[in-house]
């Protein structure tokens, strides 16, 4: 708490008396703050009664913190609005709190009360704030209020109350750890959730407070295995990670007896409840008749995580592609792990970050699993634009890989890699080329005159690198490399690394018969330089003395006694010890002891050739993808991954017993939904669905669907006996169904509320109930995409009198469409009246789309580019044409009008060389040789204005002037329209919130009101296409920028008093609100 002023002090924060303070308020325009008191003109805003000033000092205050300021000093000025009524600044408030609580604890104390109200508070936000801020008060004293206020959240209507309970247990441990047998009482509550929302946080916090505790999960595990699909990445990696643990302890491990594979498991777990029952007696009869050895079936719950995780290889997150990879790689049968490598390959053309990660994991995995990466070898070839870790990485990845199919492409590949720049690169290559020859003999020659051949290099650390590994390949067959150990000897003279100078005296040494005449001469001139020489060479040339004094001692006496007398004076105690070691061993005395004797079998023992291995090699006992797996050492927190049980733990531990009435009651609700979605669905299907589809088919993609595309249905299913059940119910009660469709679809003919409407109601009422949350988003949405198409296509007043004759619009009709021609009657009859621009450019041909379709109103009018008095005669206007243009379609098309007042003819029109903006290009039109007095001509040119409103310079020249003209483009002209079903638009909507979304409130005049007048008006403002919409105080409107093929969404929503409000979605926030403006302007004039 002390330390906030030393700090301020050191950043120079507090200025003295009359010097002015340098940018401590981010609001204020300059450098220089205005006021010489820091912050008094924000506490003075939080001090007034006005919600707005308190609003926008709240807003400056998260300013400051989000770029790094320190506000912690107005804290007692913050913490007094925790009362606040307003909700906009009480959210506000509780962000600063959540900040600043824990620094200072004494004043965040004083308002503890105002915390414990919140957590009342019928805003679920505002409950969630005030147990963070709560558990964010790390004070020993409030304990027993924070434990109380985790227990009441866990039990919150809201899963995001309860989400953040889950958060807030960890805290509570770290603080007072003894707390947990309560904690836990309240993760085994949290664990029984059904929402995605919480599941990945509760596990975190079982993660966190006790992991040993797998009883816990036995009850939960189907749900979460059928949840996962669902919860957030965060919670994804998280979930995966534990229930990797979990199948460790609970099942047999699936390569134990890999031969006898048996996948009778997908029957077991597919079959009906009696079949399952009998499941576990079953295998106890079968253990009793084959008690010596009896052949592996999956657990059918081992094979449910394994499918459930595998559609998640798919992920964007790569954080939950390694998840799952590490789970196939510890859990899955040999067979099925292939499937992650692919997963794998994908990450690699992600960040250099992401990268390093996923080699370091793919390194371990290739050395066990080598079949598994080979077909994808190339993506491992390594690009010269790779930061070094990685090109080392991927050159491990590539020796484990190499074979003897494949060894020539892998050697050609590392020949390219020895010419790089990169010298710490280029020494690993050469490693790497050493590795291959050990672990493949039929390329060992290749590679040792490969690498003697780098002898010759010029760069000293490719020849000292080189020397290092042929040293380890040549004591495999030492007696034919002779004339290598020569050639090494001669480079003493020239090489200066000391690793490679020890190598080759070492060499020379052990094999010094082979080169009985060269190795004294080699003693004599390192004699000459020992005193220079690094501690690791000095001990290598004592060794070559006594192995030179033990094997030739005429010519080598003088010399080893003249090295041992250098060493014995030396200044490391290492190089002394030796020398008088190796004297007393070889030099023979009075007092020699019997070491003596075996001199010679000491120093020449035969030695065996060095193994080569990875350095991965036993980094696969930790978890794949930990944080310990990386740095390959034990980090904290590390939980081991448990050996697989000799003998499978009882499953029925994991069968969730649901009581008969239960059932029932859930199904028969469920059966009551479903009826009127799947009814309406088929009924309205028309000519472009199938009704009479194939029953089995139907549920297969219903499941499929379920399972993939995020329904949230099997959330509420804690079984999958319950599934199967459901579908044979499903199956059983079509022809019910389908008694009840032609009843409804005559009840439709009747009705003249929109059966979209229908389906947003149901939504609602099931969205109520926060129990049901996740069911009720599922069959929202897929309401919405089955029943609006049918929607609009009812749109058309049917007829009263000729209600048999009346059919549907088909899209297959709409070619030769025209509307019909009813007078307005009711209010379905002003939909019907824009059903023509709703469906404008969808047709099923392929003859091209109608102008009048793609450009419903053409852009803006005439406007001049040169006037005929400045034009000596020549008058120049253009026009934005909303054809697209021929030559590149990121282009704005636009037709330029030239007409000759003049006496004379004007020869040689054509654009002289512009001078545009960077990004700006213009494509021009060609030359005009002659325009005669009193004649006009229109050409096309197109100008790329790169998604700006920046105008294109340019000039106009004829054989004799030049004049400089400008166009530049309305906002609306940069963009063109693109045609969205009002699914798809909600969909694209969604997607661009916050910053992309520009929204303006405006009164539209009595005269543009109707339906006709706003969608001209828009049009004609911006080139955007009209989208279909169920209502019709609404209208969509939807395009594409040019250059960058941005989407632009624009809404307006009216009300009957002439209140709307326009809104705008697009990635590009300049264009979303010049367009705004200029909409704004055309609809209010």
Known sequence: MSAAPAYNEDKGGSAGPGEPEYGHDPASGGIFSSDYKRHDDLKAMLDTNKDSLKLEAMKRIVAMIARGKNASDLFPAVVKNVACKNIEVKKLVYVYLVRYAEEQQDLALLSISTFQRGLKDPNQLIRASALRVLSSIRVPIIVPIMMLAIKEAASDMSPYVRKTAAHAIPKLYSLDSDQKDQLIEVIEKLLADKTTLVAGSVVMAFEEVCPERIDLIHKNYRKLCNLLIDVEEWGQVVIISMLTRYARTQFLSPTQNESLLEENSEKAFYGSEEDEAKGPGSEEAASTALPTRKPYVMDPDHRLLLRNTKPLLQSRSAAVVMAVAQLYFHLAPKAEVGVIAKALVRLLRSHSEVQYVVLQNVATMSIKRRGMFEPYLK????????????????????????????????????????????????????????????????????????????????????????????????????????????????????????????????????????????????????????????????????????????????????????????????????????????????????????????????????????????????????????????????????????????????????????????????????????????????????????????PESESESESKSSSESGSRESSSESDNEDQEEDEEKGRSSESEQSEEEGKKKKMKKRKKVPEGQEGGSSSDEGSDSSSSSSESEMTSETEEEQVEPASWRKKTPPSSKSAPAAKEVSL?????????????????????????????????????????????????????????????????????????????????????????????????????????????????????????????????????????????????????????????????????????????????????????????????????????????????????????CGTSDEYRFAGRTLTSGSLVLLTLDTRPTGAAQLTVNSEKMVIGTMLVKDVVQALTQ
Not at 970 to 980: D, I, K, S
Request: proline share 7%.
């Open 812 to 1028: 297959l009709d709409l070619e030769d469409f025209t509307p019909p021609s009813v007078q307005p009657v009711s209010p379905p009859t002003v939909v019907s009246t824009s059903l023509a621009a709703d469906l404008e450019g969808l047709t099923l041909t392929d003859s091209p789309l109608v102008p009048s379709l793609l450009s419903p109103v053409s852009g803006a009018g005439r406007q001049e580019l040169l006037h005929r008095v400045a034009g000596e005669g020549l008058a120049v206007d253009y026009t934005f044409s909303r054809q697209p243009f021929s030559g590149d379609p990121h282009m704005v098309s636009v037709h330029i009008h030239f007409s000759n007042s003049s006496d004379t003819p004007i020869k040689g029109l054509h654009v002289g060389t512009p001078k545009l903006p960077p990004g700006i290009s213009i494509q021009e039109f060609p030359e005009i040789e002659s325009l005669a007095p009193g004649e006009s001509t229109t050409v096309v040119m197109g100008i790329n204005f790169c998604d700006s409103t920046q105008a294109a310079n340019f000039q106009l020249c004829t054989q004799t002037r030049q004049f400089y003209v400008s166009i530049q483009p309305p906002v609306g002209e940069l963009m063109a329209p693109v045609f969205l079903s009002e699914n798809e638009f909600k969909k694209e909507q969604a997607k661009l919130t916050g910053m992309n979304e520009i929204t303006e409130k405006l009164t539209l005049p009595d005269t543009c009101r109707s339906d006709h007048i706003v969608v001209q008006k828009v049009t004609a403002t911006a080139n955007l296409g009209r989208v279909p």
């Open 379 to 694: 993506s491992f070839y390594i690009r010269s634009t790779d930061p070094t870790q990685i090109k080392i990485l991927k050159l491990e990845v590539l020796t484990n890989l190499a074979n003897e199919t494949n060894i020539p492409t892998v050697l050609r590949e590392f020949q390219t890699y020895i010419r790089s720049m990169d010298k710490d690169f280029v020494a690993a290559t050469i490693q790497a080329i050493g590795r291959c020859a050990t672990n493949i003999g039929r390329v060992r020659d290749t590679c040792l005159n490969g690498l003697v051949q780098l002898l010759s290099n010029r760069d000293e650390l490719v020849v000292a690198e080189s020397v290092v590994v042929i040293k380890k390949l040549l004591q495999m067959q030492p007696a034919q490399h002779g004339e290598i150990i020569k050639h090494l000897a001669k480079l003493t003279d020239n090489i200066q690394v000391p690793m490679a100078r020890a190598s080759i005296l070492w060499l020379i040494g052990e094999y010094c018969e082979h080169v009985p005449r060269i190795a004294p001469d080699v003693l004599r001139k390192m004699a000459k330089s020992f005193t220079a020489e690094e501690d690791i060479v000095k001990l290598q040339v004592i060794n070559l003395a006594a192995k030179l004094y033990l094997t030739n001692s005429k010519q080598t006496k003088l010399l080893t006694q003249y090295v041992l007398s250098l060493a014995k004076y030396d200044q490391n105690y290492d190089i002394r010890d030796r020398a008088r070691f190796t004297r007393q061993l070889i030099v023979p005395s009075e007092q020699g002891g019997a070491l003596s004797r075996h001199a010679k079998k000491l120093f020449l023992a035969p030695k065996p050739a060095p193994v080569l291995e990875s350095s991965f090699k036993d980094r696969d006992h930790f978890q794949l993808g930990s944080l310990s797996h990386l740095l390959n050492a034990k980090a904290t927190g590390y939980q081991e991954l448990p050996d697989w049980p000799e003998e499978a733990p009882d499953p029925s531990v994991r069968n969730v017993e649901v009581p008969e009435w239960t059932k029932c009651s859930n199904r028969e609700k469920r059966k009551e939904k479903e009826k009127p979605f799947y009814s309406d669905s088929e009924g309205e299907s028309g000519p472009t669905e199938s009704a009479d589809s194939d």
